[in-house]
């Protein structure tokens, strides 16, 4: 159903943003127009976050590791959430030292657990949240301190259970819908590390232990055979004027989606069609074809 919800919703926020790219759109209708895309981008990162945590669930699956800047992955992250915290009046403080830290971990993932950490935190802190990266013998932690109501004891380890809520005084909203710290915990799972809060603090304390895993991920990055890769010619030009010369295929069996995406990408490249992976692999056998854009569930043959 998730994946369902996320075709429709990819097709409001598109034309959305090609509407908000033009210069000649009234101010008090990009105005509107900026509150539907941000609600529009909240309900893709929700379903997103539902289709994430569906996938941790799923037996087998693991995490590819790969040596990260883990300074720079939380400088990025804690910068799009600067915004807000200004909006908010928050003192909002990111301690990570001089020198860039190094680790093997999963970036994109990795990235999911803090913007869930610094996303909760926003939501309830009054005045400060505090990020800190520091080592500890073989792992690393992220600690991430809010001065927000203190979470009860009694719920520190609800609080990670999918679609809980902790109960708020009446004069509180409720925001959320408790799928962020569950799928964070996953993550951090998979990394062989732990999420936690740390009741023994005085405020809010979400603490991120992650092992370093140096031998086991240059184990795992030796066992990937580099074989089948295709150098480009540095001289190759992407002149707009010379797009024509490569033919795209799209493989979308959604037409509405497919209809959107064959209109911004025909203005720059020729583009063939097909509507399910069969069809895909019986144009590849009789057209050259430079890329292949492909959805993945379809019906006949997927996209795999």
């Avoid at 509107?32 to 087998?60: A, H, P, V």
């Avoid at 999911?112 to 073989?138: C, E, P, W």
């Amino acid at each position: 159903v998730a994946h369902e919800i996320r075709t429709p919703l990819t097709l409001i926020n598109g034309p959305l943003e090609n509407i908000l790219l033009k210069k000649t759109v009234d101010p008090e209708i990009r105005e509107d127009l900026n509150i539907m895309k941000q609600n529009t981008e909240r309900l893709l990162s929700l379903t997103n976050q539902l289709l994430d945590f569906r996938k941790t669930e799923s037996q087998g699956f693991r995490l590819n590791f790969a040596e990260c800047n883990v300074t720079e992955v939380l400088k990025e992250t804690y910068n799009r959430f600067t915004s807000l915290a200004r909006q908010r009046e928050l003192d909002f403080v990111l301690n990570v030292g001089e020198q860039d830290f190094y680790a093997h971990v999963n970036k994109e993932a990795f990235t999911k657990i803090v913007s869930n950490l610094l996303n909760n935190a926003l939501k309830y802190a009054r005045h400060t949240i505090m990020i800190d990266l520091f080592q500890d013998g073989a792992d690393f932690t992220v600690r991430v301190v809010s001065d927000g109501e203190k979470i009860p004891e009694a719920s520190s380890q609800q609080i990670f259970e999918p679609f809980y809520q902790v109960e708020k005084k009446k004069d509180t909203v409720r925001m959320g819908v408790g799928i962020g710290l569950p799928l964070a915990r996953s993550l951090a799972t998979l990394h062989k590390g732990r999420l936690y809060l740390d009741i023994e603090q005085p405020e809010n304390t979400f603490v991120l232990t992650i092992p370093l895993n140096k031998e086991e991920v240059r184990q795992q990055i030796e066992k990937v055979v580099e074989q089948n890769i295709e150098v480009l010619d540095e001289e190759t030009s992407t002149e707009t004027d010379q797009m024509k010369g490569y033919t795209l295929l799209l493989v979308e069996d959604n037409e509405s989606m497919r209809s959107f995406i064959f209109e911004r990408l025909e203005a720059l490249f020729t583009v063939e069609t097909a509507v399910n992976g069969q069809e895909a692999l019986d144009i590849l056998r009789s057209n050259h074809i430079d890329l292949v854009i492909s959805d993945i569930m379809m019906p006949v043959m997927n996209g795999y």
